[in-house]
C-alpha cells in the first residue's frame, strides 16, 4: 500500500516536473518567434522608408532639373493645407518645402499636367522638400497619407504661363 501511494506520488511529481519544462521550452520557441517577427517587421519597416527616399529622389531626378524659380512652404496639420492656394506667375523648377506642424504623420504630393511626385511620410515636427518642374496649369496639392486628403488637406497649385504680372509667388 505505501510502494502503490509512493508510486502514484512520484507519478504525479513526474508529471508536474514534465509539464513545467515543457511550459519552459515552448516558451523558448515563442521567445524565438517572437524576435524573429520582431526582425521581419523592422526589415520592411527599413525596405519602405528605402522606398519612399528612392520615389523623392526620383522626383528629383526626372522633373526638377535646373535652378529653382522659388522655395514654397506649405505647413500641413490635421487637416489642412496652409496656404491651400498658391499662384505662381511661370513656369520654372519650384522647392516645396512641406512642415508637418501637427501631431501625426502627413505628406505632400503634387499631381497634374502629368507630374506625380510626393515627399516620404513627415514625423510631427519634421519637414522635407520636395523640388518639381511645372508647366503652366493646375497641379492638385495634398496630403496622401491614409484619407487625409478627404478629410480637406487638399489644395492647388496654378501655374500661369506668362513671365510677369503680380499677386504670385
Known amino acids: 500500500m505505501k510502494r502503490r501511494r509512493f508510486a502514484i506520488l512520484f507519478a504525479a511529481a513526474l508529471v508536474a516536473l514534465m509539464s513545467v519544462c515543457g511550459v519552459s521550452a515552448c516558451g523558448g520557441g515563442a521567445q524565438q518567434k517572437a524576435q524573429e517577427g520582431k526582425q521581419q517587421v523592422e526589415k520592411q519597416a527599413q525596405e519602405a522608408k528605402k522606398k519612399a527616399g528612392k520615389k523623392v529622389q526620383q522626383g528629383k531626378q526626372s522633373g526638377a532639373k535646373g535652378s529653382v524659380a522659388k522655395t514654397i512652404q506649405v505647413k500641413e496639420t490635421e487637416f489642412r493645407l ?3 492656394e498658391i499662384t505662381l506667375d ?7 518645402k512641406a512642415v508637418n506642424s501637427g501631431g501625426t504623420v502627413h505628406a505632400l504630393e503634387v499631381e497634374g499636367e502629368g507630374i506625380e511626385e510626393e515627399t516620404e511620410e513627415i514625423e510631427p515636427g519634421q519637414s522635407a522638400k520636395l523640388a518639381v518642374k511645372l508647366k503652366a496649369g493646375t497641379y492638385e496639392l495634398y496630403c496622401p497619407v491614409d484619407g487625409h ?3 480637406g488637406m487638399e489644395g492647388k497649385v496654378i501655374v500661369k504661363g506668362g513671365s510677369g504680372g503680380s499677386g504670385g509667388y
Open 82 to 84: 496652409k496656404p491651400a
Open 149 to 151: 486628403k478627404e478629410e
Open 90 to 96: 511661370k513656369p520654372g523648377t519650384y522647392l516645396f
